[in-house]
């Protein structure tokens, strides 16, 4: 029985999600020790220049450096100028849009891929710039006892902030993941790289430790290498946006294999298949460089980059002027959000509240329900934002009406709806204009044809004023002074 009380399943629901914010802010803070504890133990580390480390001249340690900081800031730059572009574009479109709410997901990609890009670039700068004989604090662990690796451990701990970012960016693009989820990638990939910093600066100087040196290295190793597992079964179980899973599951699998190779050159270095220079500076640079720019080439390829362009000409439901326009999700069609005129009570007038099923409280008729459906999957498989209409019967408030229904497509978990009025029951409505001369009463079509907007108008027996602007199309005085008739007759 309890778990049919709304307002305990409403309880329950946000007991879990508080649990879920409290293990995630427990998560936050252990990786924040992790890093404050390796960032002190760097300092302590002994300092090595760039030849000593690589063993080779200052001109054949740059040149990767040179590349990588070349594309990072041409990437940061393109990011850039897409930012301009996504803002003047946000500029322009209706807020409640679905359009809206694809661009914004974009800008925040965006916004993460020239953080990246920019910090990126910063770093391989100040590398091309190091000079030959510079010394720099590195660690010194190694697989094997007796043995040292010498390895810089400033880039893992900036990759800390800036790696977990890109799965983040993939599961906005590709998946219907919230923030909440999406932060769970961001976590468990920055326990990947606090523990790979903490493999490479185990003191191998330590003789009466508990756990000798040399396993403290695997351990730590082991221990980054589950956390990133943890990050690529994550990204897996994030249901992908029908669209463009086919694309987003390509970019996924070849998210996995790169991100794999990272243990894997740690490895061959340990076993002494590749050398230090091949692996700090060739094989890191150049997967650096595909892992970030693959978040890139993945927002601006294949059905992705169709629909930013089908933004360009095309308006969503909420671009023209519709009298109701409601938010459901999907595929459960449960209200998100009601829009109409901001002077009006939305629930009142239309009897849809947040949470209520749209398909089961506002269309009555099973073969309105079959058609809604119908067009709605007919919608999503087209790779654009043009909606398609059908004529229904709503029942708003428990009033039947006729409407015109605009749907658009599924994206990221909502559909948008766009209801259009074309009859109300009843005979006529008298309008009284502004300098009180009495109008003849018309029909609705005929004050959708000369407008709404031409003069502000009075009604008898509402109590909407005539300064509400051009928002107020007709059909909503309408209905706003038929639902007000019809509460009266029903006191009397």
Known sequence: RSHCNPSRRLAHGSQMAARKSASQFFQLAIVASLIAW???KLEKQDRFSMSEAYGIDSGGVQWPFVVAATIFLMEFLLCFLLLLLLRLMLYFKDPGSGEVLFLSR?????????????????????QVCRKHD??????????????????EGRHMILWTFLAPQQWVMHA?????????????????TAFTMVFGLCASQVDMSQEHAWIAPHWQVRFFYTLACMCLLTTFVRANRFPMEPAIA???????????????????????????????????????SALDLVAKSLSL??????????????TWGHWHVSGGLHDIRVTVSDPTWSVQSVQMDPSTEVGQITGLSSGSDFLREAVGHSEDR????????????????????????????????????????SLWGSRQLALTLSALPGESFEFHLKDGIEDDAQSLDSFRSHGSDEGSHRTGSTGLEGSQGKGL???????????????????Q
Request: hydrophobic share 45%; charged share 20%; glycine share 4%.
């Open 134 to 151: 510079d010394e720099l604090p590195m660690g010194s662990a190694s697989w094997f006892r007796d043995t040292r690796e010498i390895r």
């Open 246 to 284: 086919k694309t987003g599951r390509f970019y996924l699998n070849v998210k996995y294999a790169i991100w794999s190779c990272y243990p894997l050159v740690y490895a061959l270095r340990s076993f002494e298949l590749i050398t230090p220079w091949q692996e700090e500076v060739l094989c890191y």
């Open 473 to 491: 199309t007709a059909a909503k005085v309408a209905l706003h002074q038929y639902i007000n008739q019809t509460v009266a007759q029903r006191g």
């Open 297 to 310: 080439i993945a927002s601006s390829t294949g059905p992705l980059f169709t629909l930013f362009v089908s």
């Open 106 to 126: 974009l800008r925040e990609v965006a916004e993460m891929l020239a953080c990246i890009s920019f910090f990126s670039g910063v770093y391989y700068v100040f």
């Open 370 to 409: 079959r058609r809604l459906l119908q067009i709605s999957k007919q919608v999503d498989r087209q790779l654009t934002f043009m909606a398609q209409k059908t004529m229904i019967k709503v029942d708003l408030a428990g009033t039947p009406v006729s409407a015109e229904c605009y749907v658009s497509r």
């Open 38 to 40: 390796q960032c002190w």
């Open 172 to 188: 906005r693009l590709y998946t219907k993941a919230s923030w909440r989820e999406a932060s769970n990638l961001m976590i468990s």
